[in-house]
DNA sequence: CAGCATCCAACCAGATACTG
DNA sequence: CAGTATCTGGTTGGATGCTG
C-alpha cells in the first residue's frame, strides 16, 4: 500500500463505484454476461429510467461498461463488461466480502 | 462472490468509506497508529475541523475507528483504528491498487 | 424500447462564529 | 485543543412527461 496518503488512489476507485445503484448494475453485468436496458432495469428493482440512463453512461464514459445499439425497430441497446471493467472484480469481491461480515456483525449486535 | 446481487453487500462496505475524506483518514490511522485530532488534521489537507469531526464520528459509530479521550486541560483526544477497523485494509488496498492502474490508464489516454 | 428534458426535494459539505 | 451551532451553496437522486 502506498505509505504517502496524500497521493491515494481509493478515491479514484471510490468515485467509480460511488453511486446508488452502480454496485449492483455492475453484479448484474459481470454475472450475467449482456443485458437489455429494460432487462437490467428490471434486475435492479426500484431504479427509474433516469437514473439507470444516468449510471450506465457514467461507466460508459470511464470504459468499466459497453454500450452496443442495434439499429433496429424497436430500439436494442445492449450493456455488458469492458475487460477493463472486469478488473474491478477483485475489487468488488473485497468489498462483498467485507460488507457481508459486516452486515453480520450488525445483526448479532442488533439481537443482543 | 455472492450470486444473488439483490443480496449485495457491496454498498454495505461502500456506505463505510463513502464519505469524501474517509479513505484517507483511515489511511493514515493505519499507517501510523494513533493520532490526535490536530495531528490528522493537519495531515489531511483542506479539511475543515467541522468535516472532520463529522467524519470520525460516523466511524466511531460504525466501530471503525477507537476514541479515547484525555480529561486534560488542554483538551487530548487520540483515535486509532479497532481491530475490526483493521479488517478494511484488505478492501483499501484492493481499491487503492485498482485505483493506482485507473488513474495511470486515464493518464496514458490524455497524453494521446 | 430506450431514452432525454425539466423541475424539485433531500442530503452533503464548506465557511464562519462560538465554547468548555 | 477539540470540539459545537448555524447558515448556505452545490450536488445527487427522484417524479413526471415527452420522443424517435
Same mark, same amino acid.
Not at 463505484?17 to 452502480?22: A, E
Not at 437489455?36 to 461507466?59: A, D
Not at 470511464?62 to 477483485?90: A, N, Q
Not at 475489487?91 to 466480502?97: G, I, R, Y
Given at each position: 500500500?502506498?505509505?504517502?496518503?496524500?497521493?491515494?488512489?481509493?478515491?479514484?476507485?471510490?468515485?467509480?463505484?460511488?453511486? #446508488?445503484?452502480?454496485?449492483?448494475i455492475?453484479?448484474?453485468?459481470?454475472?450475467?454476461?449482456?443485458?437489455?436496458?429494460?432487462?437490467?432495469?428490471?434486475?435492479?428493482?426500484?431504479?427509474?429510467?433516469?437514473?439507470?440512463?444516468?449510471? %450506465?453512461r457514467?461507466?460508459?464514459?470511464?470504459?468499466?461498461?459497453?454500450?452496443?445499439?442495434?439499429?433496429?425497430?424497436?430500439?436494442?441497446?445492449?450493456?455488458?463488461m469492458?475487460?477493463?471493467?472486469?478488473?474491478?472484480?477483485?475489487? %468488488?469481491?473485497?468489498?462483498?466480502?467485507?460488507?457481508?461480515?459486516?452486515?453480520?456483525? #450488525?445483526?448479532?449486535?442488533?439481537?443482543?
Amino acid at each position: 500500500m502506498e505509505k504517502i496518503p496524500e497521493l491515494c488512489h481509493v478515491d479514484d476507485a471510490l468515485s467509480i463505484l460511488s453511486g #446508488k445503484w452502480k454496485p449492483i448494475i455492475l453484479l448484474h453485468l459481470l454475472h450475467k454476461g449482456t443485458l437489455r436496458f429494460n432487462t437490467l432495469k428490471r434486475s435492479v428493482p426500484g431504479i427509474t429510467q433516469k437514473m439507470l440512463t444516468v449510471q %450506465l453512461r457514467e461507466l460508459e464514459d470511464e470504459d468499466i461498461i459497453r454500450r452496443v445499439v442495434f439499429p433496429e425497430i424497436p430500439p436494442k441497446v445492449e450493456y455488458s463488461m469492458t475487460d477493463y471493467g472486469r478488473s474491478l472484480e477483485p475489487v %468488488l469481491e473485497a468489498m462483498h466480502q467485507w460488507g457481508t461480515r459486516h452486515s453480520l456483525r #450488525k445483526q448479532e449486535k442488533k439481537d443482543c
